[in-house]
């Protein structure tokens, strides 16, 4: 049984990819003017915050609730520079999705060219504000679409999530 979804009926399939564009931030780079990588982690958030939010769901709402979605593993690989005023766009998609995690990949593309910059994922384990694992709430069940499946081990993807 799945939960009903709450997301309003114009909201994109929870299968679907979403897509978040940013103009590259004088702050978010090094000296060499190159995105400094910690803030492609920064990237994968706004893009899994909008795909929550366009699918009736906002991370705020589930915090207030008591409920909370950590990272417990990340990865990326680097293609190519991001630079300075660059607009680049966060492809965001459902990587699999269990009773207490949940997982997504990314692409992070240069506007200009369609240039890839960058592929990664991210696993999140709810969790209580007591930091024990906890059911993910039926909202967020809701917004991804209510169904649940086994996750691959992260040794068993490359970054990007493909097997091989």
Do not use: W
């Amino acid at each position: 049984m799945t939960a009903p979804s709450t997301a309003p009926s114009h909201a994109p399939a929870p299968d679907a990819a979403d897509r978040v564009r940013l103009r590259v931030r004088y702050g978010e780079t090094d000296t060499m003017g190159v995105v400094y990588h910690p803030n492609y982690l920064v990237y994968f958030e706004q893009g899994r915050t909008e795909y929550l939010r366009r699918r009736g769901f906002a991370y705020r709402r589930m915090e207030d609730a008591g409920s909370l979605l950590a990272v417990v593993e990340c990865g990326c690989r680097f293609r190519a520079s991001a630079r300075y005023d660059d607009e680049i766009t966060v492809t965001t998609v459902l990587d699999h999705l269990t009773r207490v995690r949940v997982g997504f990949r990314y692409e992070v593309r240069r506007e200009e060219d369609g240039g890839l910059l960058a592929e990664g994922f991210t696993n999140l384990a709810c969790l209580g504000r007591d930091g024990k694992p906890r059911a993910i709430p039926p909202e967020i069940l809701g917004a991804l679409g209510g169904r649940t499946e086994a996750p691959q081990p992260a040794a068993a993807r490359n970054v990007t999530g493909d097997r091989g």
